[in-house]
């Protein structure tokens, strides 16, 4: 799954996304590498920084997934403190809202083996 926003783009965490995630104190409940596949980043790439600083390259500022809630999926977001009070959250918010009215049903014991086939 790949997400392209105004100012955001959103993929599936890499095992190479480690050190990075890391760098970010990613509270554990929100590491895309621990849901098997089916953890997403949140990524801003280039252009200035939540201070105005000059960026080059993707920074990676959070990360994202889906749950399911009353059998519908549901976003789930944390973006890094720097990050949460510039205007990205309600655009990643709105994106991944988008998303999950696309994905099929999530599966009655879950959804993992729904999410894991479409994450591949």
Request: glycine share 10%; net charge negative.
């Amino acid at each position: 799954m790949f997400i392209r926003s105004e100012n955001l783009f959103v993929r599936p965490a890499w095992p190479e996304d480690r050190v990075r995630l890391s760098g970010l104190d990613v509270p554990a409940r929100h590491d895309p590498l621990k849901t098997e596949g089916e953890g997403l980043v949140v990524t801003f790439p280039g252009g200035q920084g939540p201070e105005g600083q000059d960026l080059a390259g993707a920074r990676l500022i959070g990360t994202a997934g889906f749950r399911v809630i009353r059998r519908k999926w549901e976003p789930v977001l944390w973006l890094a403190p720097a990050w949460r009070h510039v205007g990205l959250f309600d655009e990643a918010e709105e994106s991944l809202a988008r998303l999950a009215e696309q994905l099929p049903p999530p599966h009655p014991d879950g959804g993992i083996e729904e999410m894991a086939a479409i994450a591949a």
